[in-house]
């Protein structure tokens, strides 16, 4: 499903609904529906960095693969010699590397929806024989993945899932995360496998002015959502927006110098304008909170009693669902489901979950520690929530 209906767009969710299935219709003849190309484009607008609340203050060094609270993971999850671990994101491999290394004799299972992270999966598999086996698929894919490799429901001894971006993907300026180095404005986490999917491009070239403005303030919490939609549509009039810093730039042009310089980060560091709207961008094209939602499902079914899964969010629309998802709210129709600090009504139970209980391994969320996150700020916003299956 292309339109994402993670979150209820009060009072505009059918408009995104119905544009955004108009604009699948006319992807493939539109020609104003420009696909990333490698033409040049504007240069940066002022401020640092971003792309989603983990990609804003990035520096432009690339740093190396860290795994977020490695320490944490390895505390909850307490995997035992002899037990199947399902990692469910994994991404440049480095929480997997460290489950590897910290007991013997164990299986991991390796998903990932970006072919690229399922090529270092399997680099890993060949140095771990038969330790590794890795999962090319999305969240919603993983259970028929599970049942092809004979794999039955209830039997997984821990599950972690990190969700989000992986640094791999912010670092590649061909992917189109990130604002600090121009790039196509992609965002698809594996274009790969479906190259006819919509881009961030196409979104921001096809969708009317009010569609964006839900988009960015349903995903992206943006405050100024219409501020920033009026000036996407003026500039997409003059030229189509196919780049990273030409998307930033329009962004932070539709600001004044006093706002784009006051932005900051959870350390206090300049923070791009734009920083939102790549998040909302990106999480609208990979239709990640529904995948999210299917990804805490999978997980469930596949964990046996007394099983441990750790999730790993970074930002409170992420967040949010997962708390709630532990608590056994009814979660199945997410087109009426609002992920807002604000009560929507009562949420009650379904009637088939109520046998289906999380016993929390921390009552509070987990956070990274001061010193982790000095070594790793982009990890910073990380959240991590760990339950066990009874």
Request: net charge positive; charged share 25%; with cysteine.
């Amino acid at each position: 499903m292309l339109f994402h209906a993670g979150v209820r767009f009060n009072p505009t969710t059918f408009l995104v609904q119905t544009a955004w299935k108009a604009f699948k219709l006319s992807v493939h003849s539109s020609a104003c529906c420009a696909s990333p190309g490698p033409g040049p484009g504007p240069g940066p607008g002022p401020g640092s960095t971003g792309g989603s609340e983990e990609l804003s203050s990035l520096s432009t060094e690339k740093p190396p693969h860290t795994p977020v609270m490695l320490k944490e993971v390895l505390h909850y999850l307490d995997v035992q010699v002899g037990q199947v671990v399902l990692d469910m994101t994994f991404g440049g491999g480095g929480h997997t590397k460290a489950i590897l290394n910290a007991v013997p004799g164990i299986t991991v299972l390796a998903l990932d929806r970006d072919p690229t992270a399922i090529a270092l999966a399997e680099k890993l598999a060949e140095e771990h024989s038969g330790r590794v086996k890795p999962l090319l698929g999305r969240f919603s894919e993983l259970e028929s993945l599970l049942s092809n490799m004979d794999i039955k429901p209830g039997s997984i001894d821990a599950v972690l899932l990190d969700a989000g971006c992986s640094s791999m993907q912010m670092d590649e300026a061909e992917r189109g995360f990130c604002i600090s180095k121009d790039g196509p404005l992609d965002m698809r986490m594996d274009r790969e496998r479906y190259p006819d999917m919509p881009s961030a491009a196409d979104v921001v070239n096809t969708l009317d002015q009010q569609a964006l403005a839900s988009i960015l303030t349903a995903y992206g919490e943006e405050s100024n959502a219409r501020k920033i939609a009026s000036a996407i549509v003026e500039a997409r009039r003059v030229s189509p927006i196919t780049r990273t810093q030409h998307l930033a730039s329009v962004v932070s042009g539709s600001f004044p110098a006093s706002v784009i310089y006051a932005r900051k980060d959870r350390l206090h560091r300049s923070a791009h304008v734009a920083t939102k709207t790549f998040q909302a961008l990106r999480i609208f094209v990979n239709d990640e909170l529904n995948e999210l939602h299917a990804g805490l499902r999978a997980a469930r079914a596949a964990l046996r009693p007394g099983g441990r899964l750790g999730v790993i969010t970074f930002h409170s629309l992420e967040d949010r669902l997962v708390k709630r998802f532990f608590k056994g709210e009814d979660m199945s129709n997410l087109d009426q489901y609002h992920f807002s600090t604000r009560k929507q009504g009562s949420c009650k139970k379904k009637q088939d979950d109520r046998s289906v209980h999380w016993i929390p391994l921390q009552r509070k969320v987990i956070t990274p520690q001061r010193d982790d996150v000095i070594d790793n700020p982009r990890g910073r916003s990380a959240k991590l929530r760990a339950v066990l299956k009874c």
